[in-house]
């Protein structure tokens, strides 16, 4: 089990806040756009991967597209426009590190996005989003 001070864990944790707040109600309230240096002092983090920070961030935002067909054939009965967005926000962040881009192993991407969903979602958010990346993981486990 990795500790809250692991630095990739700490990445991804800020990563999902940076996505979080720049599509946060965006119609209603417009983009708040957090830069990592006032997310980290608002966490306390003092030590995190800035590499693997800006390739999840960029890397999401530039994937998105494709990100969410993914989410969409595996969640039908949940359209992306009612899902939680921290839900989302986790969901595009695993999917893009451990199926698109293979920064990380599914699993550890799977597990990582579990441990997210525990940390900042509701109580069903990490059984949700498990389901979700299982489906996933079922599909591409033999590549």
Known sequence: MKK????????????LQSLF???????????????????????????YNEELYQKLVNGVQENQENIDETITKFAPQWPISQMKLVDLQILRISI???????????KVAIDEAIELAKEFGGDSSSKFVNGVLGAIYEIHKDE
Do not use: C, M
Request: no cysteine; hydrophobic share 40%; proline share 6%.
């Open 21 to 47: 707040s720049k599509n946060f109600d965006v119609q209603r309230e417009g983009v708040i756009d957090f830069e990592v240096s006032e997310l980290s002092v608002l966490d306390d983090i003092e030590t």
């Open 96 to 106: 893009y590190e451990g199926f698109i881009v293979k920064i990380t192993p599914p």
């Open 4 to 15: 809250a001070t692991d630095p990739r864990h700490l990445s991804r944790a800020l990563a």
